[in-house]
């Protein structure tokens, strides 16, 4: 299996790198030197690497960010996963490609997303993203869509790294706490990734494409999330000036930012569990693992 892979400087990107070549060759450009701006760009590392598959790790995450730059989300995050898709289907590749909690806008009550839910993005992030599984989804039926939360990992940055460098820093943190979600490790999506693509390499003809949710077990809120890590990294002898009672709970309406976000990211991933078996575990599991690379 020959395998192009986007996006490989990023977070999850960096995870899939270290576990993509167990199933094969792997070709990943640096963002250098392949602009997801640029369709022509694209098209001609798709048709020089000639892949079985295509797995789409690049995205324009900046949340705040895209509320003033929605052009380039959507150039990123929409405009070149069609692409890839296109490309894709002209090969008869599998395009596997990784969405967004923020899809949704956090009003449903009492239960996670499924996949049936209705999207409605509350920020310019969301929409693109949205757009982007759309784009793929008409292009290439040979698709896998995983939408994801609340990613984190020992590469790049996330609010994991944010809570330890501001608890060195400060003597005290506010943090919102009416929302809810997972956090999901890069590595679990990686790991996962490499599972879902063995099955394809093993059934191809069997193989359920489409749209699945893949984020890890339980439930958790930012503030809940902030005080764990806090308290493990402070046990484990990192030297912090905040401890877990001087990370104060707040609403989000009490947190200005530029983005609207959800309050309900939950995301069932029942239908991926049961189409391909796979554990998920606890997000404090995944988060361990990130701490322990970082202390």
């Not at 997801?36 to 949340?63: H, K």
């Not at 809120?221 to 005080?227: I, K, S, T």
Request: charged share 20%; net charge negative; hydrophobic share 40%.
């Amino acid at each position: 299996m020959k395998i192009l892979l986007t996006g490989r400087n990023g977070q999850l990107g960096y995870e899939l790198f270290r576990v993509l070549p167990a199933l094969g060759e792997v070709v990943a450009p640096a963002s250098s030197e392949c602009d997801l701006s640029d369709a022509e760009a694209i098209r001609r590392w798709v048709r020089a690497a000639q892949p079985d598959v295509i797995v789409n790790a690049a995205a324009y995450t900046a949340v705040d960010q895209a509320e003033r730059e929605p052009e380039q989300a959507q150039a990123v995050n929409a405009v070149a996963p069609g692409i890839l898709a296109e490309e894709a289907a002209r090969l008869g590749a599998l395009i596997v490609h990784y969405s967004t909690d923020y899809v949704f806008d956090g009003s449903k009550v009492g239960s996670a997303y499924t996949e049936a839910d209705a999207p409605n993005p509350l920020n310019q992030y969301g929409a693109s993203k949205l757009a982007g599984e759309q784009a793929v989804a008409r292009a290439n039926p040979q698709h896998l869509i995983l939408r994801t939360s609340w990613v984190v990992g020992s590469h790049g940055n996330n609010f994991l790294k944010t809570m330890l460098h501001l608890a060195a820093e400060k003597d005290e943190l506010r943090v919102v706490a009416d929302q809810w979600g997972a956090p999901t490790s890069a590595a679990l999506l990686a790991d996962v990734t490499v599972q879902l693509l063995r099955h394809y390499q093993q059934q191809p003809q069997a193989f359920p494409y489409g749209l699945y949710h893949l984020a890890a077990g339980g439930e958790t809120n930012w503030h809940e999330y902030a005080c764990y890590v806090v308290e493990k990294a402070r046990h484990a002898g990192k030297a912090l000036r905040v401890s877990a009672e001087a990370i104060h709970p707040i609403r989000t309406d009490e947190y200005s930012s530029p983005a609207r976000r959800p309050l309900n990211s939950r995301l069932s991933t029942i239908r991926l569990q049961h189409a391909f078996g796979v554990r998920l575990p606890d997000w404090r599991e995944g988060v361990d693992g990130v701490l322990e690379q970082l202390l």
